[in-house]
C-alpha cells in the first residue's frame, strides 16, 4: 500500500523530530547533577507558581471567553463579523503583540501618556509595575489577547460539525433565551472538538518564551524565560541543567492538562446537571453587555498595542509625557536594515517555503484519506503533538540531533522544523475545505472520463484556490511568528524577525525591538491582505465557487 | 446495441446483505427503474455499478456492459454516466466549459471550433440558445439540469445511471425535464437505470421497474 507508505512518512516527518528531540532533551538530565542545581535556583517554587497560575489562567480565561464570544454572537452573520474583527490579533505574532502591549502599558507607555499629566499629574512615569508585575498578571493579558481569537476561530470551526443553528432554534422554541440556548444546547457538543486546540493553548501558556519575555515578571520569572537564560548562556555547562528544567516543564504540562481535563468532566457534569434543570431564566442581556465591552476592550488593547510598536519603531526623541513623538524618522528602520535584510531573507523566504510546502503536503493528504474519513481525523490529531508538547521539551534534543545530522542552521533544518508547527495549523483548514467540498463532483468528472489525477487538477484543485491562498497566508503568519524553534534549530546562525526582536528586547534596546515586531506584525496582515485580494480576482466571475 | 448488465449482485453494509442477489440487463434505450425505500441501498447499487461504492460496504457479483466485465475497472475507463439529484455542475467552468469537460472522451481529437459548434447546437437543441459563456451559478434549477443532462450525454456514455435526479426540481420543471431528460437517452440509444422512490417518475420512464426487497 503505497497510500499507507506515504502517510506513515507524514507521520514519520512530524512525530520522529518530537520523539528523538524529546529523547535528546532528557539524555543529558538522566544524571542526579543537573537536578541538584536546578532545584537549588533561587526562587524555584516562585517561578513554578507562577507558570502554573499564568499558563492556566489565561488558557481558562481565553475559553470562557471564546465562548462567551460565541454564544453572543450566534448567528452566522455575526459570527463571521466577529472572525473578521479577530483577525488582526490572530494574525498578529505572540512576540510582536507582547512588545506593543508593553509598550502600550507600561509606566511610560502610550496609555499613561495619553492621561498624563492633564488628569494623573505625572511629569515622569511613575514607579508601578503595569507590566511585568510579580503576579504575572500583564503576562496573563497578553495571552489572553492572543488565544481568545484562536479559541473563537477554533471553536467556529468545530461549530461546522454540529447543527448549531437548528439546536439553538429548538431551545429557543422550548422557552429558552438565546444566551442560555447556547450554553445547553450547543456548546457542550463542542468540548470534545476544542479539546486539542484547548490542550495547545495550555501547552503554550505553559511554555512560551513569546509573551512572557515583554510582559513576564521579571524576578523570579515564570521558568520558561529561566530555560531561555540557560540554553542561550554562553556557559555551555548550563545546558544540563536547562535540559533537567525542559524535563521538568514538560512533566508540569501534563500535569496540568490531566488536572485540567479531570476538571473539565467535572464542570461538564455540573453544568448538564443546570442544563437540564428546567430553568429558563438566564443573563442575556448582561452576558451581551459583558461579552461587547471584553470584546471591543481585546480588540482595542491589541489595535493600540500594534499602533504603539509602529511609533514607537518610528520614534526618535519620545519623551515622557509627550502622547506623540516629537520626531519620527526611518532611522532605526534603515539602522536596522543591515540585519533587516539577512532577516527578511531568512523569515520571508522561509515562511513562504514553509507555508507552500505545508500547502503541498496538506493538499495531498486531503485528498488521498477522502475515502478514509476516520484517518483523516486522526492524521489531524496526531498533527497536533508537535503543539502539545512544549516547545522547550523537544526542540533542544532536536538541535542535538540536527547538529549530529551537521544540518543546524541550514534552510533543511529551518524547514523541517518550521514545519512541524505549520503544518497542524494547514492542514486543519485544507481538511475542512476540502471536507466541505461536495463529493459527489469528483465522482462526476470521473464518470465523464477524467483520471483521478485530472480530476484533482481540472476540479478539486480550482474549488479549492480560494482555500490555497488562505491557507498559504496562514502558514506564512504561522512560520513568521515561530520565535523558539527559529532559534533551536537555527542555532543562532539563522536570522528571523522573531530571534531579533526578542533578542533585542532582552538586551534592553526597545526602539530596534519595535522595529522588528513591526515587521513581524505587519507581514502576516500584508499575507492576508494579499490572501483576500487574489481570491476575489480568481473565478470573479463564478459565483458558484466556494469562498 | 449495447447492454448493461448485472449479474448476482449483491451488497453488504458490516456482513448483513442489503437487499436480494439482482439479476438484471438493460437494453439499449431501456429506461429500467429501481424502487426501494430509503437505506435500501439504492444509491449505493449506482455508486457500485460506477465504481465508487465507499470501502465500507462489500459487493458481489458483476457489472457487465455486452460482453465487457467492467466491474473492478476504474470508474473513468466504465463509460458510465450518472446523474445525481443535484446538477452537480462545476462551478468554477462557464456552461460551455461544463459540456466540454464531458466532451472530452468522445471527441478529443476534435478541433476547437468543431468543439465550440457541438456545445452551441447540443445547448440550442435543449431551447438554452447561447449560454455557453454563462456562469452556471446564474441558471434557474431547470435550465441547470438540463445542462448537466447534456454534459452527461455528450462525453458519450454506454450507460446512464440515473440517481433521483428530478427529486429536488418543482413541480413543474420536473414534469418537463423528466420527459426530456427520458427521451434524450432513449434517442442516444443508451441503456438507462432510474433509483427512486417516486411513482411517476417511474411511470414515465415506461421501463419495467424491479422492487428492492430485502434478502
Known sequence: MTKRALLAAVLLLVLLPVAVGLGGTILPALSSEPWRELFATPGLARAITLTLFTGIASAVISLGLAHLLLAVYSARLARERLRAAMLPLLATPHLALAIGVALLLAPSGWLLRALSPWLTGFTQPPDWATIQDPWGLSLV??????????????????????????????????????????????????????????????????????????????????????????????????????????????????????????????????????ATSGRRHDSTVAATLFANSIGALLLATGLLALIALVLRSLARAWRFPEFLPRS???????????????????????????????????????????????????????????????????????????????????????????????????????????????????????????????????????????????????????????????????????????????????????????????????????????????????????????? | MTTLRLRAASLALGGEPLFAPLDLAVASGEVVSIRGESGSGKSSLLAWICGVLPPVFTATGTVQIDADDITTLPTEQRGIGILFQDDLLFPHLSVGGNLGFGLQRGAGALRRDERHALIDAALESVGLAGLAARDPATLSGGQRARVALLRVLLSGPRAVLLDEPFSKLDPRTRAQVRALVFERCRAAGVPTLLVTHDANDVAAAGGPMIELSLP
Open chain 1, 141 to 274: 493579558l497578553g495571552l489572553v489577547l492572543k488565544e481568545t481569537p484562536f479559541l473563537v476561530l477554533a471553536l467556529g470551526s468545530a461549530l461546522t460539525q454540529v447543527p448549531s443553528e437548528r439546536l439553538m432554534l429548538q431551545a429557543r422554541t422550548l422557552g429558552y433565551r438565546p444566551f442560555k440556548s447556547w450554553c445547553v444546547a450547543v456548546a457542550p457538543l463542542l468540548q470534545r472538538q476544542i479539546r486539542l486546540p484547548f490542550a495547545a493553548v495550555v501547552a503554550f501558556g505553559l511554555g512560551n518564551v513569546d509573551v512572557a519575555i515583554a510582559l513576564g515578571p521579571s524576578n523570579p520569572p515564570t521558568l520558561a524565560i529561566l530555560l531561555w537564560q540557560w540554553f542561550t548562556d554562553p556557559d555551555l555547562s548550563r545546558r544540563a541543567l536547562a535540559a533537567a528544567g525542559a524535563v521538568m516543564l514538560t512533566g508540569l504540562t501534563a500535569l496540568a492538562l490531566w488536572a485540567l481535563h479531570a476538571l473539565a468532566a467535572r464542570v461538564r457534569r455540573l453544568w448538564l446537571r443546570h
Open chain 1, 328 to 547: 519620527i524618522d526611518m532611522n532605526s528602520w534603515s539602522n536596522a536594515l543591515a540585519t533587516l535584510t539577512p532577516a527578511l531573507e531568512g523569515s520571508v523566504g522561509l515562511a513562504l517555503l514553509t507555508a507552500f510546502v505545508a500547502l503541498l503536503v496538506s493538499l495531498w493528504a486531503a485528498e488521498t484519506l477522502r475515502p478514509l474519513p476516520q484517518w483523516r481525523t486522526r492524521l489531524a490529531a496526531l498533527l497536533f503533538v508537535p503543539l502539545i508538547v512544549p516547545q522547550f521539551g523537544f526542540l533542544y534534543g532536536l538541535q542535538v540531533a540536527l547538529s549530529a545530522l551537521r544540518i543546524e542552521g541550514t534552510w533543511t533544518a529551518m524547514l523541517l522544523t518550521h514545519l512541524l508547527f505549520v503544518l497542524p495549523y494547514v492542514f486543519a483548514f485544507v481538511v475542512a475545505a476540502h471536507t466541505a467540498l461536495d463529493a459527489r463532483l469528483p465522482i462526476v468528472a470521473r464518470s465523464l472520463g477524467a483520471s483521478p489525477t485530472a480530476t484533482f487538477a481540472k476540479v478539486t484543485l480550482p474549488l479549492l484556490a480560494r482555500t490555497s491562498l488562505q491557507a498559504l497566508a496562514l502558514g506564512f503568519a504561522v512560520s513568521l511568528a515561530l520565535l523558539l524553534p527559529s532559534l533551536f534549530a537555527g542555532a543562532g546562525r539563522f536570522i528571523t524577525f522573531a530571534t531579533e526582536a526578542a533578542a533585542t528586547m532582552t538586551s534592553g534596546s526597545l526602539r530596534s525591538a519595535a522595529v522588528y515586531g513591526s515587521a513581524q506584525a505587519l507581514l502576516p496582515l500584508l499575507g492576508f491582505a494579499a490572501a483576500a485580494l487574489a481570491g476575489a480576482l480568481v473565478f470573479r466571475r463564478r459565483a458558484g465557487v466556494p469562498a
